[in-house]
């Protein structure tokens, strides 16, 4: 999701932070225009992560959140790496629905 998008669905006042990232294990296919991210053994999937500045307030992104990813995408833990070498377990929307809804292709923000 790109910083404006991510700005309007959350309803945030400045433009949020992203950070390049990786996860491992996963594999982007498309659903018409959108992103999937699927089980891919040894597959790497590069995108951005997002961190929540106000702890008290993660309840409320995610359940926004989800609202915009639709039921066709469930909230998954992932590890993931950043170019610095850090780590952190982070909150993805992976695919949870038929695979057959989806097609070879790239994403790129």
Request: aromatic letters at 10%.
């Amino acid at each position: 999701m790109d910083q404006q998008r991510l700005c309007l669905v959350l309803g945030l006042k400045s433009v949020p932070i992203l950070r390049p990232a990786y996860v491992i294990g996963y594999e982007c296919m498309l659903w018409g225009p959108y992103p999937a991210l699927v089980n891919k053994v040894g597959g790497i999937v590069h995108g951005v992560a997002y961190k929540v500045q106000d702890e008290a307030n993660v309840e409320n992104v995610r359940e926004k959140l989800a609202r915009y990813e639709t039921d066709k995408y469930r909230r998954a833990l992932v590890a993931a790496s950043y170019e610095d070498g850090s780590e952190a377990t982070a909150s993805a929307f992976v695919w949870d629905s038929d695979r057959e809804e989806l097609e070879a292709g790239a994403f790129d923000l």
